[in-house]
Structures are given as structure tokens and as C-alpha cells.
């Protein structure tokens, strides 16, 4: 299976069309195509999807050092990873007109690739993670930046969701000791989720990969000691021992996988397993709730791991999901 992940990442990672830029022009100079614009990041139909591709291939070659893809990887990666290449991500970075560029999501995702980097064995991935600095840093202070003045979460279940954006990059802020970071993105899901209760789950959205109420409980439990999270919890969902809100039970149906939009619903079943397999994991031996969200992370991931390839619209991300889940 991991062989599998990696080959469908390789084959979408330098592909830069289709492409779907989010891409402000200052003027005629700036309509330029993906590759130009992201050096790095050009491939995997979108910037985000090129990050957590890299992501996942990583993740995959320190886990299973022998995988057959490994000689690919390191080339597609030491081909790309250069300094000429981040001054040109940089460049547009730091562009005025492209300020909050992929924010939170790609902003997350990207941090999630520099702690996969800082964490391997792999001799190249020290000097790797090295010359993606000047990135990482600029992330780091757009966080740092952002949160203080971020009045509101977004609980919608798209690239605009601030639970996940946050939950990654409190894993990254922790594990690279940016104790500011993390402080500060302890101190903005307390005060934006700390007294949310009785949880409606008013989900999915016809277009959505993300659980809302699940993203937002799997942010807390990583904020929050594991006694004040299980009461929490008991507080954002009361019912759930019940098997309600029925809707987070109930994998989300799939009618056109070739519909980009409607194909998100996959990553939906993928991120739910995701969530519902680590919540499942922090409550108390013989809690009623781990046999009910362990079965619904099952059903969940199962209907979506045999549709990771069935069209480019899903292709292209789709597994980076699958292993979140099956890491859980």
C-alpha cells in the first residue's frame, strides 16, 4: 500500500497541468504559468496538494526505507529542493498582493512537511530542510502574525478550516521547540473552542473534506490535559455514547467522482477515520464511545481507500488523507 501511495504522489507531483492557481496579478507581468510562478510547488493540480505530496512521499520513505520508489523520491525531491528554487517560492511569497497566500491550509501543510523533514534519518534531509528555512521561517511568523488578530475560528469543513490548519501546526510547533508558536496557538483554540458545547454537527457540506465538529475535537485534544479533554469532549458532544449526532456515524455518500468539489466528500470519510481513531484512542478503557467511533473510522475508510485513483481530481490528494487515517 505504501508503494502504491507513493507511486500515484510521483505521478501528480511535477505534473503542472491541470493546474488551479489562486493567484493575485498585480499587473500583465504577473500572468505567468504554475511552474513559473512555484518552482517547487507548481505540480498536483494546486500549491497545497504539491506540499502534502511531498509530505507523503517522505513520511513513506522514512517509514519503509526500502520502498522500490525510493531512488524517485530522493531525485524529485533533490531536483526541487534548492535554494534558486525557494527564492522563486519566495519571491511570490512576499509579494504584497499575495499576502494570506493558502492561509491557514497550505500554511499548515507546509510546516507539517518541515517537521517530516526535521524528523528523518535520511542523510539528505537535513540539508533539505536546511535550504526550505527561509519558508519555514515566513510560515512561522504569518502564524505568529495572523492568530492575534484572528477574532473568529472558521469551522467550515474546507481548505479554510482553522482546527486542522492548527492542529497541524501545533504537532510542528512542539516538536521544533517554537514555544511561542505553540503557546500561541494553545492560547486561540481556548479562546475560540474552550466553551463550545452540545456540538449539532450540521454535516457535511456537499463539498467538504473536513468534519467541522471532529477537526475542532481533535484540535482540543491535542491543547487540552487528557482528563480536561474527556470533559470537554462529554461537553462538545454529549450524545455521542448514543450514536448521535447520527451523521457522524455515517460515511458521506459519493455520487460523481470526477466532480472535484463532490469528490472532497472521499477526503471527508478519509479525515472522519482520521478523527475518529485518535478521539477513539483518548478516552478511557471501557468508554462506550471507543467501539462506536472505532466502528464508524472502519466504515469510513473503507469506503474511500478503494477510490484514491478514480479520477485526477481525487488523485491528486486523496492519499495523503488515506494514510492520516491509517497512521491514527
Not at 496579478?25 to 504554475?34: M, N, T
Not at 498536483?44 to 502534502?52: E, R
Not at 470519510?269 to 464508524?296: H, V, Y
Request: net charge negative.
Amino acid at each position: 500500500m505504501a508503494s502504491r501511495f507513493a507511486s500515484l504522489a510521483l505521478n501528480h507531483l511535477t505534473r503542472e497541468y491541470p493546474n488551479k492557481l489562486t493567484h493575485a496579478l498585480s499587473g500583465p507581468e504577473d500572468a505567468q504559468g504554475p511552474r513559473a510562478l512555484h518552482p517547487i510547488f507548481y505540480g498536483s493540480y494546486d500549491w497545497h496538494s504539491c506540499v502534502h505530496g511531498y509530505w507523503l512521499l517522505l513520511r513513506l520513505l522514512e517509514r519503509y526505507p526500502e520502498l522500490p520508489e525510493r531512488d524517485k523520491i530522493i531525485a524529485v525531491v533533490d531536483a526541487h529542493f534548492t535554494a534558486e528554487n525557494v527564492a522563486g517560492e519566495m519571491h511570490y511569497l512576499q509579494q504584497k498582493q499575495h499576502n494570506g497566500f493558502e492561509r491557514p491550509y497550505g500554511w499548515a501543510w507546509f510546516l507539517a512537511l518541515a517537521q517530516q523533514l526535521d524528523a528523518m534519518t535520511l542523510p539528505q534531509a537535513k540539508g533539505w530542510a536546511k535550504t526550505l528555512a527561509p519558508m519555514t521561517e515566513f510560515f512561522v511568523k504569518s502564524f505568529c502574525d495572523f492568530l492575534p488578530k484572528a477574532t473568529y475560528p472558521l469551522r467550515v469543513g474546507s481548505h479554510f478550516n482553522t482546527a486542522f490548519a492548527l492542529a497541524l501546526t501545533l504537532d510542528y510547533a512542539r516538536s521544533a521547540s517554537r514555544k511561542k508558536l505553540a503557546s500561541l496557538i494553545e492560547e486561540t483554540a481556548l479562546r475560540w473552542h474552550l466553551e463550545d458545547v452540545n456540538c449539532q454537527a450540521w454535516e457535511p457540506g456537499g463539498d467538504e473534506f473536513l468534519s467541522p465538529s471532529l477537526m475542532e475535537a481533535e484540535l482540543m485534544r491535542r491543547v487540552l490535559a487528557p482528563q480536561a479533554f474527556i470533559t470537554w469532549f462529554g461537553r462538545f458532544l454529549p450524545h455521542l455514547a448514543q450514536g448521535q449526532p447520527e451523521t457522524l456515524f455515517v460515511p458521506a455518500t459519493v455520487t460523481d467522482r470526477t466532480d472535484g468539489k463532490i469528490g472532497h466528500l472521499d477526503g471527508l470519510n478519509l479525515s472522519r477515520a482520521w478523527c475518529q481513531r485518535s478521539l477513539a484512542a483518548a478516552l478511557p478503557a471501557g468508554d462506550a464511545r471507543i467501539t462506536l467511533l472505532t466502528r464508524s473510522a472502519d466504515k469510513h475508510l473503507n469506503s474511500a481507500l478503494g477510490h484514491l485513483d478514480s479520477d485526477y481530481a481525487g488523485e491528486h490528494w486523496l492519499a495523503t488523507f488515506a494514510l492520516l487515517a491509517l497512521e491514527a
